[in-house]
């Protein structure tokens, strides 16, 4: 019975013991869940085969409920990012051997959805702490701790930029920065002073120069190795120190000294200052103002500062010759008061405050004459000028003389205007040659049949006669239109003039009588015909215009034996034979101080639109090419007189060309051959034809250069000579000898035109058979002209 007491107690015994342990189990199981909740950071149990065994809460909440371990979900976020992917292999690896540790890496800012601190995601990369601890007593197991550290490596890299800064700052100032102990050794020497000195920061700093080893100035015995002055009670003064390259530099250094607890100089604070380049740098801007001075000051254009209201604070010499007047007289002027009235809105709209062209940029170029009307336009450019606050300071007005430049614009202008009557005038001539080259080739084919004695002889002549006369008048509009071909032979000045005078007389008018002088003996002279026209004609031309009320213009001619040579202003003429024209006007004359600038091509004294310049300056290039030489002499309000001289020809050559002449009017012009006749007009092809088959040869008519091709392509006898106009329809001439010349190399060719030889010669290679025959042209010269091409 006892026993089975006993038994019974010992029962109650132990299950009042298991209660108490169950109870304590529970207490401390409750107390290690509370704890762990507890814990901020997200931890984790992970066991080798990756199974989570245990978490707290917070992991939960960071990872947003992601259920999976701490190494595979961070490894999810920095996939990508090698160096992070491989710190967070290593730490797992160690993990595994048994070994801890921890590591910081950034993952893409927003990895988690949710932090402890309840932080909204940045842009960027947020950075972790992650910790892994191997469980000793559960092998395998590895207890991970995650936390975000973002707001530290923040701070850390904002207090690391600030420290960067300050760094910088010390040590690349503009001004040296030392600091040395109480036996002059250097504590610090920044990098600007290092330089200044030539030495590197470990030589100041690690004692190896001391102060006194870079004062190049003689320091009084006994000086402090801290005092560069020699007088340590002073805290400011001025020294050479050895620089760089070994020449010394001013320098103002400023100290203060640092006492220890006991009173000893622990250190200096010294400022230094290079007193040398702050001198040169002041020498340098001194030269930069000087030299913006100079720049403003000799600008070939006008400059104007002006203010706001557009009155002037300074203008430059350029502006002061443009206006013709001094500096000091323009200051304080309105910019208004120095332009026309009718240009004065335009630059006043441009200089409006609110003006959007001119707070955008440079305001678009204005066109201005100045006031006081002599006529001179400027080109304006006005820039806007700013204070320091970003306000309206005033304008920078630059004048361009524009006034050359709008008369050479006018000119050119003028001189399209004469080169369209030119074409038209040469238009004009090339038919008017069509038509007389039938006119006198058809009066000579009459003259065939009706000799001397014939009652009709007479009348023919009178219509070649007058032909003759119309094609001198054609030659002297082709010269007037400068595209006559230059040929220059033996002339007789006189008959020039007489041939002249008609279309002279209707140039200058009713109002103006024209004389004419001839004198004896004038030789001969060796020029073109057409030039020497041009130039009669320029004069005459100048000369009524200087005598719009009326006048008398004469023009003599007489033979001059200089004896000594003749000097005027650039002209020096040499003794010999001459043969002068001189062409007179009772008009208003020239003034004295233009009378050097007259031969200047563009120079014109006559308002604008009644002249091109160009008048004059012919006249004197033309006589300077013939050999001559010209010379005026002027009296205002009494007339002008141009003198021209232009060197006899030699007896002998004028005898050779007599003799020739009279040897061409001689010689038999028949011969014998097959031409082809190319040419579009019928009459002038009639009559070339009929007086070519006078002559003894075949010739073949084509009135078209396509024509003339089918012709030659079918042609089976040999052409001795192909004669074809130059203008035609489609094919023309000079395409025409192309086609003809690839089949027929060695092919002799005469153009026939009524327009200058230059006009087409161009577009063909040099080549000796080709010739030119100007219309209008005789039936003597015709055959002339071919039987000397054929018996070449």
Known sequence: ??????????????????????????????LCRAVFAAVPKPWQVVSGKGRILLANPALEAFFAGDARSIPEMLAEQVQGDVEASGQLRQLAEQAREGVAGSVEI????????????????????????????????????????????????????????????????????????????????????????????????????????????????????????????GDQERSQGEVRLKGAKGEGFRASIRQDVVLDEIGAVARTRSVVRDLSREAAMATALEESEQRFEQLFAKAPAGILLIDPKGMVQECNEAFSRL????????????????????????????????????????AAPLEAKLAGGEGQVCTLYVNRTQGADGSLAGFVVHFIDSTEQKNLEQQFAQSQKMQAVGQLAGGIAHDFNNLLTAMIGFSDLLLLRHRPGDQSFADIMQVKQNANRAANLVRQLLAFSRQQTLQPRLLNITDILAELSHLLRRLI?????????????????????????????NLAVNARDAMQGGGVLTIRTA??????????????????????????????????????????????????????GLGLSTVYGIVKQTGGYVFVESNLDHGTVFSIFLPQAAEED???????????????LTGAGTLMLVEDE??????????????????????????????????????????????MPRLDGPSLVKEVRAQRPDLKVIFISGYAEDSFRKRLDEDAGIHFLPKPFSLKQLAGKVKEVLGE
């Open 323 to 362: 206006i013709g007047k001094p500096a000091q007289e323009v200051r304080a002027v309105s910019v208004f008061d120095l332009l026309s009235q009718d240009d004065v809105a335009p630059l006043r709209q441009v200089l409006q405050p609110g003006d959007s062209g001119v707070e955008a940029g440079p």
């Open 654 to 668: 004028v005898v050779e060309s007599i003799a020739d002449a009279e040897a061409q009017d001689r010689r038999d």
């Open 682 to 727: 019928d009459a002038v092809r009639a009559f070339s034809a009929r007086a070519l088959r006078n002559k003894g040869y075949n010739v073949l008519e084509a009135n078209s250069g396509e024509t003339a091709l089918e012709m030659l392509n079918g042609e089976q006898e040999p052409i001795d000579l192909l004669v074809t106009d130059v203008v």
């Open 106 to 229: 950034r993952v893409p800012s927003g990895s988690a959805i949710a932090t402890a601190g309840g932080r909204a995601p940045a842009e960027g990369y947020d950075w972790r702490f992650v910790a892994a601890y191997p469980l000793a007593d559960h092998p395998g197991c590895v207890y991970w701790v995650v936390d975000d550290i973002t707001p530290r490596r923040q701070m850390e890299q904002i207090m690391r930029e600030e420290q960067e800064r300050f760094v910088d700052l010390l040590e690349n100032a503009p001004v040296g920065f030392y600091s040395c102990d109480a036996e002059g050794r250097f504590l610090f020497a920044n990098h600007t002073l290092c330089e200044w000195l030539g030495l590197a920061q470990n030589d100041l700093e690690q004692g190896r120069t001391r102060l006194h080893d870079v004062v190049q100035d003689a320091l009084p015995e006994g000086t402090c190795a801290f005092d560069p002055f």
């Open 559 to 612: 033979s001059v034996q200089v004896e000594k040579e003749r000097k005027s202003k650039d002209e020096t003429m040499p003794p010999g034979s001459y043969a002068l024209i001189e062409v007179e006007d009772n008009g208003s004359g020239i003034p004295a101080d233009i009378l050097d600038r007259i031969f200047d091509p563009f120079f014109s004294t006559k308002e604008v639109g009644a002249g091109t």
């Open 1 to 30: 019975m006892l026993e089975l007491l006993c038994f019974a107690l010992g029962g109650l015994a132990g299950a009042l013991a298991g209660a108490a342990a169950a109870r304590y189990w529970f207490q401390r199981h409750s």
């Open 509 to 537: 008018g009713e109002n103006i009588e024209l004389k004419m002088n001839h004198g004896r003996d004038l030789g001969m002279i060796k020029a073109d015909q057409g030039q020497l026209e041009q130039v009669i004609i």
